[in-house]
Antibody, heavy 119, light 110 residues
Framework: EVQLVESGGGLVQPGESLKLSCATS????????ILWVRQASGKGLEWVGR??????????AYAESVEGRFTISRDDSKNTAYLQMSRLKTEDTAVYYC??????????WGKGTTVTVSS | QSALTQPRSVSGSPGQSVTISCTGT?????????VSWYQQHPGKAPKVMIF???KRPSGVPDRFSGSKSGNTASLTISGLQPEDEADYYC??????????FGGGTKVTVL
């Protein structure tokens, strides 16, 4: 069974950093692209960024709202992707999901981890 | 990277059909046949219902269908069921392996 499990969420103050993990199982992680998507409370889904697979050099891209502050990385030996978030703002408060990209859609999602940025 | 435009809500009685529109631009919806639709029940993760504009994943009922014309994609739910009450989000590939979501539509079964 394909599974993705996010962890690492919590309460941080504005300007601080936080690193989320996305542990995966049930598929060949190194061959998969992983996306991060977030959802503020009561709001819609927002694409955050992506990491392509090993075959594409783990290339990353980010939404304008997080460019320069967020970094996606991955450790294929641990089947885990990461979202390093720096200089956090109150508007980054959201549930963060990781998802596997299959072709051009997100076929399996994790249950999400909650990040709260507040003083 | 502007969000795709969806109606905030649609509603229908059991057995009726509802259609949700998703309007983008020629840089996303209109430029690629890579629109997907996600269903999200409260407190749950999104689930893909339609991908590549009109394809249904295994296990998704055939009352869900998708289409696209120009810069607007649509999701139709035929024979509405109580369990279809949820939020629905469209999502489009936007080039350079980036994606954009719609603002979401709440489907209410009356």
């Amino acid at each position: 069974e394909v599974q993705l499990v996010e962890s690492g969420g919590g309460l941080v103050q504005p300007g601080e950093s936080l690193k989320l993990s996305c542990a995966t199982s049930g598929f060949t992680f190194s061959a998969a692209a992983i996306l991060w998507v977030r959802q503020a409370s009561g709001k819609g889904l927002e694409w955050v960024g992506r990491s392509r697979s090993k075959a594409y050099g783990y290339a990353t891209a980010y939404a304008e709202s997080v460019e320069g502050r967020f970094t996606i990385s991955r450790d294929d030996s641990k089947n885990t992707a990461y979202l390093q978030m720096s200089r956090l703002k109150t508007e980054d408060t959201a549930v963060y999901y990781c998802a596997r990209r299959l072709s051009y859609n997100l076929d399996v999602w994790g249950k999400g981890t909650t990040v709260t940025v507040s003083s | 990277q502007s969000a795709l435009t969806q109606p905030r809500s649609v509603s229908g009685s059991p057995g009726q059909s509802v259609t949700i529109s998703c309007t983008g631009t020629s840089s996303d919806v209109g430029g690629y046949n890579y629109v997907s639709w996600y269903q999200q029940h409260p407190g749950k993760a999104p689930k893909v219902m339609i991908f590549d504009v009109s394809k249904r994943p295994s296990g998704v009922p055939d009352r869900f269908s998708g289409s696209k014309s120009g810069n607007t994609a649509s999701l139709t739910i035929s024979g509405l069921q109580p369990e279809d009450e949820a939020d629905y989000y469209c999502c489009s590939f936007a080039g350079s392996f980036t994606w954009v979501f719609g603002g979401g539509t709440k489907v209410t079964v009356l």
